[in-house]
């Protein structure tokens, strides 16, 4: 990746993504996460310095609520980014009993990526797609 594909968050605080890999889009986000670094946004490993959220993977109601306390220990501005099917909406395991039909049911998801499992091209679009909308 070039320099000039670097994105400028307009911020001065630098861009940090806590990842939650809960089942098999996690995989994808992991090999996406080594290209980071080039679009200016850094990989933590707590909540409490993670500006952007990426949920991946099935998102069962026994575990919703770890998810929501990470995002609450998160400082303002905070984003989620939803990653595959199963945490947007539920994906092949929507009618289980233990699986929250969406992310989104929960929290504000700001993007969307699609896919089952989408490659990891797919969240990189996705966090420019965050980028957009930050600096709109």
Request: aromatic content about 6%; charged content about 15%; proline content about 8%.
């Amino acid at each position: 990746m070039t320099a000039s594909a670097r994105l400028e968050w307009g911020t001065t605080y630098q861009v940090t993504v806590l990842e939650l890999g809960l089942a098999c889009c996690g995989v994808e986000v992991m090999a996406a996460l080594d290209r980071l670094p080039d679009l200016g946004v850094t990989p933590v490993d707590g909540a409490g310095e993670a500006h952007v959220l990426v949920v991946s993977g099935t998102v069962t109601d026994v575990m919703l609520p770890a998810v929501i306390r990470s995002y609450e220990a998160m400082p303002e501005p905070r984003y989620v980014i939803s990653v595959g099917a199963c945490s947007n909406t539920g994906g092949p395991y929507w009618d289980s009993y233990s699986v929250t039909k969406g992310i989104d049911q929960a929290l504000p998801v700001h993007v969307a990526v699609p896919g089952c499992p989408p490659r990891p091209e797919a969240l990189l679009e996705g966090l420019k797609a965050l980028h957009r909308l930050v600096n709109a």
